[in-house]
């Protein structure tokens, strides 16, 4: 057994143990904790059974790549949609992270696609993923930096008008004196 | 609007002046500047803006009696400043003086500014440190550093500048509407007076003789300023690239207030 088999194969008994757990425990959510489940059995068996990766057909790079891909697409994704559905995100700030998990997978389900960008780039395909997700982090960051400031101005803008509010109480309640007290 | 002081009158400053002191942890500054104030500027209002002090500063404030603001978190001095300027027009104060809060600008020299002040032909006044004789020390790097800064900035506004980054300042109440609505945030000194230039509102320097700060660290540490450098540099020249913003225009602004 080489190591990645093993990483495989510990990590698959880690998930589908999880996900056995949280299945009994949690009765809610059921349906996550099996596809989970699944997806743990799945690694340890690839562990053992290193051609199991063959049943989506010939091994070959452009396939292992695809299925690292599907994975990252598939992650970003259900991140972004956990983030705003527990509105730790807003939507528009979950746009970009959506579009870029839909460019990937998008990238995996039609490779065709990609073939296309690298006829018409010169790219081969491995680095032509590479580029896409770079060019859209940059993106990201940029929409970050620009969302960060406009949030640092309004923040300053706030905190002014609390600072002068504030005061404006302050000199209130020195009038009267028995409202201060209250 | 547009008063003048009398000759007679020229050390005492006009009544609708306002002393504004930004501060950010200067618990052990605080109390002496204020009676300094009180001796050299005497009756004239002051108002501290405390920049979410660390310190005991906030706790100080509300013995010493005199007017102040608690900004809720830390938003740097320009921040701090721009509430001071808003805090100042809602008092209906037409002339603003700038004091830094580790008693770098002595209020004796206070006068100097009022002066030029008074002759009306500029809305901001600058205390300079490089001016006749000022006798100020700096590290190399700070004084090459604020060197290079004034020819930009001199060139920028087509106008001699030869302390950029002098907080010593008066405004009149058509700079103060202008810095109430934008002012620079983080090192704000060389990019306001760009930003008032290009608005084509008026200043001038008068010579200034500064102390080392009394009590307490300086805030710019040894890297700062390199990164302070850079940060105006950029910002004096996105500022050029901007268009004026018409509606603080200063002649615009003339006909409105």
């Known amino acids: 057994m080489t190591i990645p088999q093993m990483v495989s194969a510990a990590a698959g008994v880690i998930l589908l143990g999880g996900s056995l757990y949280s299945f009994f425990q949690h009765k809610t959510r059921r349906f996550k904790a099996l596809f989970w489940g699944a997806i743990g059995a799945a690694m340890v068996y690839a562990g053992f059974r290193p051609t199991f990766i063959e049943i989506l057909g010939p091994d070959s790079t452009e396939l292992r790549i695809r299925l690292i891909v599907a994975l990252l697409s598939f992650i970003v994704l259900t991140v972004t949609l956990e983030a705003i559905r527990i509105s730790r995100m807003q939507e528009r700030y979950g746009f970009l992270w959506l579009a870029t998990g839909l460019l990937l997978l998008a990238g995996v389900l039609f490779p065709d696609l990609a073939r296309g960008v690298e006829a018409l780039t010169g790219i081969g395909y491995g680095v032509a993923v590479l580029m896409v997700i770079f060019a859209f982090i940059l993106l990201m960051l940029f929409h970050f930096s620009v969302a960060l400031s406009l949030t640092q101005h309004k923040l300053a803008q706030v905190a002014r008008e609390l600072a002068l509010a504030e005061e404006r109480l302050r000199r209130v309640e020195r009038r009267s004196p028995e409202s201060a007290e209250r | ?257």
């Open chain 2, 1 to 257: 609007m547009g008063q003048s002081f009398s000759e007679d009158l020229d050390m005492i400053p006009p009544k609708n002046t306002i002393v504004l002191i930004p501060v950010f942890n200067e618990e052990a500054n605080i109390a002496p500047l204020l009676k300094e104030v009180g001796e050299h500027l005497p009756g004239v209002p002051v108002c501290v803006i405390n920049d979410c002090s660390t310190d005991g500063t906030a706790q100080k404030l509300k013995t010493v009696g005199c007017a102040w603001l608690n900004l809720p978190c830390n938003i740097g001095v320009g921040g701090a400043m721009q509430a001071g300027f808003r805090y100042a027009l809602e008092q209906g104060f037409d002339y603003a003086i700038r004091l830094d809060g580790d008693g770098q600008h002595p209020p004796a020299e206070c006068s100097a500014l009022i002066e030029r002040m008074a002759q009306g032909d500029v809305d901001l006044v600058t205390g300079s440190r490089f001016l006749g004789n000022g006798g100020y020390t700096s590290t190399r790097v700070r004084q090459a550093g604020i060197a290079g800064l004034a020819a930009f900035l001199s060139w920028a506004c087509r106008q001699k500048i030869t302390d950029p980054t002098s907080g010593f300042q008066m405004v009149n109440r058509l700079a103060m509407i202008y810095f109430a609505y934008r002012y620079p945030s983080d090192y704000p000194e060389p990019e306001a007076l760009a930003l008032l230039s290009r608005q084509g509102y008026r200043f001038a320097e008068v010579p200034a003789k500064f102390r080392e700060r009394q009590a307490g660290k300086s805030s710019i540490r040894r890297w700062g300023t390199v990164i302070y450098l850079f940060k105006v540099c950029v910002a004096l020249f996105v500022d050029r690239c901007r268009a004026v913003d018409p509606r603080f225009d200063r002649r615009h602004m003339e006909e409105v207030v």
